[in-house]
């Protein structure tokens, strides 16, 4: 595109040259039509076409500027108005001085043609015909004079005596001829003139009428002379007829001054004749000129204003970029002027400014990194992280705090910790158990609380920090979330194997000599007792036998508790087991009603049979035990298989219709001891949640609607033999 | 006549009336206008033949020139005019365009001379010169071409078909330049005969 305008302005500048030399040479050709005159139509219409060819620029450039206006690009309005201004500015004077131009012009050529030098010419010629046409008359009168000397003399006598005849008369060339023309002599003063100028036929038929003939003749290569013609007379009839022609010369001076006084006749009468056609002439000339200078001008003003208003359109251009956010725009510098100066502190601007844009998007980028970095580095904390704003909303967290916490954390972020606790109820636990931490002062705090996820009661320890503000103003809370339900319950277990094994060691040891020592005393006294002593003594040392045995079995239960035999894993069909265990219990109670709900999609899965027996036995008893002084006799056992967290897992549940479990042993139902039985050693649900957590389950007990009894729910995850054996070493080794 | 006759009959049975009526006003408004300016000013070739002279053939012309008033005055106001007289020897061909064997051009100038109130010619080939009292005269002068030679009569071969042909205008270039523009568009100075052939006979 600038490569085709720089040809056409190449080619206007060319055409504008070769325009101005073709009027140059039109204005010639009028003035003198010797120079140029055999081109003056070409040039006319060379000049045309050129005129044409300006016209079609111009209007080129017209077309363009107002698809720009149309289409609103910059700078065109400038251009329109600077074009305007230019051809007003330049087109106004032009046309001033054409008006002028013609007006001068036209007098001008009426001013040649003056009447008095009409006149004057006219007079001029009359007097130069005066002064020949009495030098003719004359000169007839001599040649009439010749020609009757000449009637006595016969053709063969002529030659002797033409030549002294014509050297007397002056006349340059003396012939006699018959009236058809024909020549009989002829005598010049040029020996080297051989053939006689003859006259015409016109002449010679005027001669034959009579007529004598006197007339000033151009000769060629020899100028003006006067021609004179006359009959000879003739005498006899026998005698032909002849003529005779006298060529006189004018003399030079004469001859001069005649051709002069012709030609300024002449070139008056033409320049008179032409004088309208002059006049057409040079309007046409001067109206080309004026066109030419008012197209050219034109065209040169919007070369010229597209030039001046390309840096200012660019500039717009550059702006329209920078405000859409392309920092890296860079303007072609037009020049050293103000306007160049304008356009490189607008280059250093946007170099500048994309300068800061690359290092702001370094800093983002480094802050994203960091960012990242830091989410990497809580995403590996086993501990959550929950990090409140000054108005207790979540910014940031981790997603051990989502899981710790049983919420789906992510999708509250920004929302305050007031919201979600009104959604989920183990948060509203959470809220609870720190809302006198978050509003307190310290900087630093620890808070145990225990909330009920859907993994159950779980305790957590939180540990608190709050955030740098400025102006002394708190900017917000760092929480750090502890899962230590394991460690307690490993804690307590840990307790209660210490307390069983000693109680092993310091109880059972003296129970077998007790034991023993009152069988001795029944052996050794009691035949010898009397009747009525003995009554007395058996029933007293069966009690002491019976109480060591009941002893014996609670401290083995001890035993079992605080052992660890090795797990003996195969796989287990959990539907038989629970239905083998339920068949136990079936006829225990001919009250009970039993509803089992088993699941056919129950996989085979990893267990150790005899260990998962005693729990669903421990289970199914405490269910008994609970409903045995109910009204309502009612069990209801379901096995079902789901998947969460693409974790197969198998959930078990018994739910009986007994009193249900009081708040305040709720938090220590699995330790030890915990029961509210009269009869055993409370050590069932102790083993039982033992044994689940040896197979990576989960048990929970949880109350039914009030009044409607428990739920005891077991939740296996359905592992294949080697995993589970593989992960029960680890386990071990860990341990170890 | 005949040609508007049969344009109309041409036309009887695919135009109606009117447009006939049309066609024959303007036919013969067109052929008054034509007379009547050839009636005024133009130049027609009277008559054009040939002749061999001495192993030559040689062309011989009558022309009628009728110089309009424009003309007339010009010439009396000093602008010289000059005449091309062009004659040409072709050589037919059956399948092809004619062959232009020669063309030869005499060129007469005419002025008028003030002082002797006299009408110069000048044949511009050779300078001849002569001059006349009377245009009428220049004109008959010019008008008569008598045995101009063309071309050696051996060229013209008995089997082939030979035309001659002569055309006379006036030349516009040789006006002056003022006057040209005026003259390119006006019928009286585009003076002009049409060519007039004649076959070359043995």
């Known amino acids: 595109m600038r490569k085709s305008g720089q040809l056409i302005f190449r080619t206007g500048v060319v055409l504008f040259f070769l325009m101005l ?61 600077m074009v305007a201004m230019f051809t007003v500015l330049s087109v106004t004077p032009v046309l001033v001085v054409y008006y002028f131009s013609l007006d001068f012009l036209i007098r001008g050529i009426d001013n040649w043609f003056d009447l008095r030098v009409e006149q004057a010419l006219n007079d001029s010629l009359d007097l130069s015909r005066q002064s020949l046409d009495t030098r003719m008359r004359d000169l007839l009168r001599r040649t009439k004079q010749m020609a009757e000397e000449l009637s006595d003399i016969t053709d063969a006598t002529i030659p002797f005596e ?162 859409q956010g392309n920092y890296t725009t860079q303007i072609p510098v037009p020049g050293n002027d103000e306007l160049g100066f304008l356009v490189a502190s607008f280059n250093e601007m946007t170099r500048k400014i994309a300068q800061a844009q690359d290092a702001v998007s370094r800093s983002r980028h480094e802050a994203e990194t960091q960012q990242a970095y830091l989410e990497a580095v809580l ?134 000599p007790i034991q023993l020592a009152t069988e ?41 508790f605080s052992s660890t035999p090795e797990i003996n894993l195969q796989m287990t069909d959990i539907n038989d087991l629970l239905k083998e265990v339920i068949d136990l219990y079936a006829n225990l109670n001919s009250n009970a009603e039993i509803i089992t709900r088993l699941s056919d999609n129950i996989p085979l899965m990893a267990a150790d049979k005899g260990r998962l027996r005693q729990v669903f036995n421990n289970l199914l008893k405490n269910a008994f035990d609970a409903c045995d002084r109910c009204k309502v006799f009612r069990l209801e056992i379901s096995s079902d298989s789901m998947t969460e967290n693409n974790q197969k897992f198998v959930e078990i549940k018994i739910k009986d219709s007994g009193t249900g479990i009081t708040e305040d042993i709720m938090d220590r139902m699995f330790d030890p001891y915990a029961t509210t039985k009269t009869k055993g050693t409370g050590l069932g649900l102790a083993i039982v949640k033992k044994i689940v957590e040896e197979h990576k389950g989960l048990v929970m007990l949880v109350n ?33 | 006549m005949v040609f508007i006759m049969h344009v109309c009959k041409k036309h009887k049975d695919i135009t109606t009336g009117r447009k006939i009526i049309h066609i024959h006003v303007l036919l013969l408004i067109f052929l008054f206008s034509r007379s009547s300016i050839a009636a005024t000013h133009g130049i027609n070739i009277e008559s054009a033949d040939g002749v061999i002279i001495e192993n030559m053939y040689s062309v011989n012309a009558n022309i009628s020139y009728q110089l309009g008033n424009e003309n007339r005055n010009a010439l009396e106001h000093g602008i010289p005019l000059e005449f091309d007289i062009e004659f040409r020897i072709k050589k037919h061909r059956p399948w092809f365009w004619d062959k232009i064997l020669i063309s030869k051009t005499i060129t007469f100038r005419l002025e008028h001379q003030p002082l002797s109130r006299n009408f110069l010619v000048t044949r511009l080939n050779d300078g001849d010169l002569e001059q006349f009292q009377k245009l009428e005269d220049v004109l008959e002068y010019i008008g008569k071409i008598r045995n101009f030679p063309m071309i050696d009569s051996a060229i013209l071969e008995p089997d082939g078909i030979f035309f001659a042909q002569v055309k006379i205008h006036l030349k516009i270039e040789a006006l002056p330049a003022p006057l040209r523009p005026l003259a390119y568009i006006s019928s009286e100075w585009r003076l002009s005969s049409p060519w007039q052939t004649w076959m070359i006979k043995e």
């Open chain 1, 704 to 736: 039914n609607s009030p009044g409607d009894g428990a739920c005891a729910i077991v939740r296996l995850p359905v592992n294949e033999l080697n995993d589970q054996k593989s992960e029960n070493c680890a386990v071990n080794r860990k341990a170890i």
């Open chain 1, 520 to 560: 001795r005393l029944r052996h050794k006294y009691l035949q010898g007792m009397r009747a009525d002593d003995t009554d007395t003594f058996d029933r007293l040392t069966n009690t002491i036998i019976q109480q060591v045995e009941a002893m014996k079995d609670m401290v083995n239960s001890f035993t079992d």
């Open chain 1, 379 to 512: 995403e590996t904390l086993s501990s959550g992280v929950l990090v409140l704003d000054q108005d207790n909303k979540v910014r940031t967290y981790n997603s051990c705090a989502g899981q710790i916490l049983g919420i789906p954390i992510a999708s509250h972020i920004g929302h305050s910790i007031e919201d979600i606790a009104e959604e989920y109820l183990s948060f509203k636990q959470f809220k609870e158990g720190l809302e006198l931490q978050l509003s307190s002062t310290h900087n630093n705090w620890r808070e145990q609380i225990a909330i009920t996820n859907s993994s159950g009661r779980i305790i957590l320890m939180c540990s608190g920090t709050t955030l740098p503000g400025t102006h002394n103003m708190q900017q917000g809370h760092v929480i750090v979330i502890d899962d230590i339900t394991a460690l307690i319950q490993g804690q307590r277990n840990a307790a209660w194997s210490e307390v069983a094994r000693r109680l092993a060691h310091e109880i059972k040891n003296p129970l077998t």
């Open chain 1, 21 to 81: 030399s073709s009027l140059l040479m039109m204005s010639n050709a009028l003035q003198d039509s010797s120079h140029f005159s055999d081109f003056y139509l070409g040039l006319l219409i060379f000049n045309t076409l050129g005129l044409l060819v300006l016209v079609v620029l111009i209007t080129l450039n017209l077309k363009r500027l107002i698809k720009q206006l149309r289409n609103r690009i910059p700078g065109a309005k400038m251009t329109i108005r």
């Open chain 1, 162 to 323: 033409i030549d002294d005849m014509r050297m007397k008369s002056g006349a340059k060339e003396l012939t006699l001829l018959t009236r058809q023309g024909t020549i009989i002599s002829s005598s010049a003063d040029d020996p080297f003139h051989l053939v006689p100028d003859r006259p015409s036929e016109t002449i010679l038929l005027q001669l034959q009428q009579g007529n004598n003939y006197t007339a000033l003749d151009t000769i060629r290569n020899a100028g003006l002379h006067i021609r004179v013609v006359v009959n000879v007379p003739t005498f006899s009839m026998e005698s032909e007829a002849r003529i005779i022609q006298a060529l006189y010369p004018v003399s030079e001076r004469i001859n001069q001054l005649a051709e002069s006084v012709q030609d300024a006749f002449i070139k008056y009468k033409e320049l008179s004749y032409l004088r309208e056609q002059l006049k057409k002439s040079f309007v046409i000339i001067l109206t080309l000129v004026l066109l030419f200078s008012i197209f050219s001008t034109v065209w040169a003003a919007f070369y010229t204003a597209r030039r001046l208003v390309e840096p200012v359109s660019n500039l717009v251009k550059g702006t329209q970029e920078v405000a």
